[in-house]
């Protein structure tokens, strides 16, 4: 307690804090920066959960607190409706120019995403 105290007194996010966080996260160091990105997570989860489970148009992947199980759920959806094995699914990735405001509907196939950085590329 005395250490997320003196932190946060100092506006830095407590180390305890930042180890419930995905890795992304961490790349935030004040603590303004942090609280503002947990909020727009609880957002997102937030609408996303108001009323019926629909998959919103897009998903802000990077914003999952486990964008891993999004992506296996999206899989397993499109095997069983194909009737398909999931261990022969695969991701196919397609960039495409549009912005969130501009994905007015889901996917037809699979889902949007958006917020994903690359790292580490030449």
């Not at 305890?16 to 609280?35: A, D, N």
């Not at 897009?58 to 899989?75: E, H, R």
């Not at 095997?79 to 990735?93: E, G, I, S």
């Amino acid at each position: 307690m005395t250490s997320a105290l003196r932190h946060s007194y100092h506006l830095q996010v407590p180390a305890l804090w930042m180890t419930m966080m995905s890795t992304r996260i961490q790349e935030v160091f004040s603590l303004l920066g942090w609280y503002q990105d947990v909020l727009k997570r609880y957002e997102q989860l937030a609408a996303w959960t108001a009323g019926n489970l629909v998959t919103p148009n897009s998903v802000w992947l990077s914003g999952l607190f486990n964008p891993k199980a999004f992506l296996t759920a999206v899989m397993q959806t499109y095997a069983r409706a194909n009737k398909l094995p999931l261990d022969v699914m695969m991701f196919v990735t397609e960039v495409t120019t549009k912005t969130v405001e501009q994905v007015t509907e889901p996917a037809p196939l699979g889902c949007y995403v958006h917020g994903c950085v690359l790292e580490g590329a030449r």
